[in-house]
């Protein structure tokens, strides 16, 4: 039931449509793409009540500009932009209302790196492929044809005929000042590497390289020494596997990421911190600290609660 | 077998490190029944050659159930390998020429003709070992030592969607126009990967394939 259009006027740094992502089809080699922070992905549907899957735009770094044709109500969670609606600034992770008509542009982005818009009523309607909405960009799959939107586009939008009452949450705490620690259970292929090489994992920051996407981010720092010459026969990856080639420089590898690959996996960062790294840009600095597996349960209920809060049905 | 967690999402159940028709077989029996079986919380299960990833939800399931799961579903299985399920895929290639321009490269590296390359190429059927790389992307296998010449140091930017290659033992086809770095020896019109059609891609894992030379073939 398509009711309106959100036209793309211009449409940022790297704009595209995301659910929670393709799972079910990886043996047919099908990467599962969706939200790089799905903590702020499920807050933003929850906010405008929709279900958690579905779609909202991920918007990364520079923000677009936006027109709605119809009546609904949007919010925006995740990175920290001055979002402006009809030139009136609307604070992150608040639902606001939209007209037909009504322009919402991002402005400055003070903290984090990938915002999330969702659209009350069921969010953005765009075809499903392989039953999701999540745009991948390597296989120019889901979303508007398989790729990050450009001016002139129009996505249909579901119609929200109740208006969902006002609404305002408490969003992911936000790497501060471009540095974060991310927690890591130990990967499958640990016992491959030096025991310095651990020791420079956890003790010497990382820079995000330039070099980095929605598949992954390669991490400049002091290489990651191998115990061995070999390589793994290609295996299934996880989100947030970090894997390090031959050369020593690792790779944590995120929502694009393929479905396996043959690198040794050095560390899986824990569930509850992805949504830090989804916020993390090229340039900002990241450190590593293993965990047992009871820190990152606790760290996932930990997370789990904060949502929970923002649970309840958005409208009476 | 081995059972490891790679991160809090996901499991990784670990047969002998070898690239092998009965280990793959494998996999993918265990592939199968886990994904019959399990209930809530599985996200997605992930055959490999020697592997089975399975990717949970970390609220609704945890390592322990699903390692008591996977010994459960290992220990019911048939030890003999199933019998294949399909007939074998055959692929029309157009070898040599602009749709293959690394079949003298290859013919030279095996010291054989460009003929007897491509008569190696299409004397055997081929195992689809796993999928990967990008949607619909076979790596089939074993290729014959004779013409199984290493990739390119340096991938091409460009390999055009179609074009067939080889990478030591593993020969595959590129659904999609993408980087590549395989030896490209022809090219097929079947379309690896549709996703308008029922099924996806023309070849899953534990299918059998075969070559044959296409009309139009440069070299046959």
């Keep these: 039931m398509t009711e309106g259009r959100l036209r793309i006027v211009r449409p940022g740094l790297l704009t595209t449509v995301?659910?929670?992502?393709?799972?079910?089809?990886?043996?047919?080699?099908?990467?599962?793409?969706?939200?790089?922070?799905?903590?702020?992905?499920?807050?933003?549907?929850?906010?405008?009540?929709?279900?958690?899957?579905?779609?909202?735009?991920?918007?990364?770094?520079?923000?677009?500009?936006?027109?709605?044709?119809?009546?609904?109500?949007?919010?925006?969670?995740?990175?920290?932009?001055?979002?402006?609606?009809?030139?009136?600034?609307?604070?992150?992770a608040t639902t606001f209302s939209v007209e037909p008509g009504t322009r919402v542009?991002?402005?400055?982005?003070?903290?984090?790196?990938?915002?999330?818009?969702?659209?009350?009523?069921?969010?953005?309607?765009?075809?499903?492929?392989?039953?999701?909405?999540?745009?991948?960009?390597?296989?120019?799959?889901?979303?508007?044809?398989?790729?990050?939107?450009?001016?002139?586009?129009?996505?249909?939008?579901?119609?929200?005929?109740?208006?969902?009452?006002?609404?305002?949450?408490?969003?992911?705490?936000?790497?501060?000042?471009?540095?974060?620690?991310?927690?890591?259970?130990?990967?499958?292929?640990?016992?491959?590497?030096?025991?310095?090489?651990?020791?420079?994992?956890?003790?010497?920051?990382?820079?995000?390289?330039?070099?980095?996407?929605?598949?992954g981010y390669r991490l400049e720092g002091a290489p990651l020494?191998?115990?061995?010459?070999?390589?793994?026969?290609?295996?299934?990856?996880?989100?947030?596997?970090?894997?390090?080639?031959?050369?020593?420089?690792?790779?944590?590898?995120?929502?694009?990421?393929?479905?396996?690959?043959?690198?040794?996996?050095?560390?899986?960062?824990?569930?509850?911190?992805?949504?830090?790294?989804?916020?993390?840009?090229?340039?900002?600095?990241?450190?590593?600290?293993?965990?047992?597996?009871?820190?990152?349960?606790?760290?996932?209920?930990?997370?789990?609660?904060?949502?929970?809060?923002?649970?309840?049905?958005?409208?009476? | 077998m081995d059972v490891r967690p790679c991160g809090d999402a996901m499991i990784l159940i670990e047969l002998d490190p070898v690239v092998d028709a009965g280990v793959n077989a494998q996999a993918i029996a265990i592939a199968d029944e886990l994904r019959r079986t399990l209930g809530p919380g599985l996200r997605d299960v992930v055959p490999a050659y020697c592997s089975v990833g399975v990717h949970f939800d970390p609220l609704l399931t945890d390592h322990v159930a699903l390692e008591r799961a996977v010994a459960d579903v290992v220990a019911r299985l048939p030890r003999s390998e199933p019998a294949t399920r399909r007939a074998p895929i055959e692929i029309p290639v157009r070898y040599g020429g602009a749709d293959g321009p690394d079949l003298e490269a290859v013919a030279a590296w095996a010291g054989l003709t460009v003929a007897e390359v491509v008569a190696r190429h299409t004397a055997r059927e081929y195992r689809v070992y796993m999928l990967g790389f990008v949607p619909g992307f076979a790596y089939m296998g074993k290729v014959d030592a004779s013409i199984a010449a290493p990739r390119h140091r340096a991938p091409r930017e460009r390999v055009p969607a179609g074009s067939v290659g080889i990478a030591g033992e593993q020969t595959g086809v590129y659904p999609i126009e993408t980087p590549g770095g395989w030896q490209l020896i022809g090219r097929t019109d079947l379309r690896m990967f549709d996703t308008a059609r029922a099924e996806a891609a023309l070849a899953k894992p534990g299918d059998t394939v075969r070559f044959v030379v296409a009309p139009g073939s440069a070299v046959s």
Aim: net charge neutral; glycine share 10%; proline share 8%.
């Design chain 1, 105 to 215: 542009r991002f402005g400055r982005r003070a903290a984090g790196a990938r915002a999330y818009l969702a659209v009350a009523g069921g969010g953005i309607l765009t075809a499903p492929v392989l039953g999701s909405r999540a745009t991948h960009l390597v296989s120019g799959m889901g979303g508007l044809d398989g790729r990050a939107l450009v001016a002139g586009d129009e996505l249909p939008i579901a119609a929200a005929p109740t208006p969902v009452r006002p609404r305002r949450a408490i969003g992911l705490a936000l790497p501060a000042k471009g540095r974060a620690v991310l927690r890591l259970l130990p990967g499958p292929q640990i016992d491959w590497f030096t025991p310095d090489a651990l020791s420079v994992l956890t003790t010497t920051p990382f820079q995000i390289s330039t070099r980095s996407n929605r598949m």
């Design chain 1, 18 to 92: 995301q659910d929670a992502g393709r799972w079910g089809h990886q043996a047919l080699g099908v990467p599962v793409a969706g939200p790089m922070d799905p903590f702020s992905h499920r807050l933003a549907n929850l906010l405008v009540g929709n279900p958690h899957g579905a779609a909202t735009l991920e918007i990364t770094l520079i923000g677009p500009e936006l027109e709605c044709d119809a009546q609904t109500t949007m919010v925006v969670t995740g990175a920290d932009f001055d979002v402006l609606v009809d030139g009136v600034v609307v604070p992150s």
């Design chain 1, 225 to 316: 020494l191998r115990r061995r010459e070999d390589e793994p026969i290609s295996e299934a990856l996880a989100f947030g596997s970090l894997q390090v080639p031959a050369a020593g420089t690792p790779i944590l590898l995120m929502a694009d990421r393929q479905t396996a690959g043959g690198y040794p996996k050095v560390g899986t960062v824990i569930s509850a911190d992805l949504p830090v790294a989804g916020q993390l840009a090229p340039g900002d600095a990241v450190e590593f600290a293993f965990v047992d597996r009871a820190a990152a349960a606790a760290a996932l209920i930990a997370r789990e609660r904060q949502l929970l809060r923002y649970a309840e049905p958005a409208s009476s």
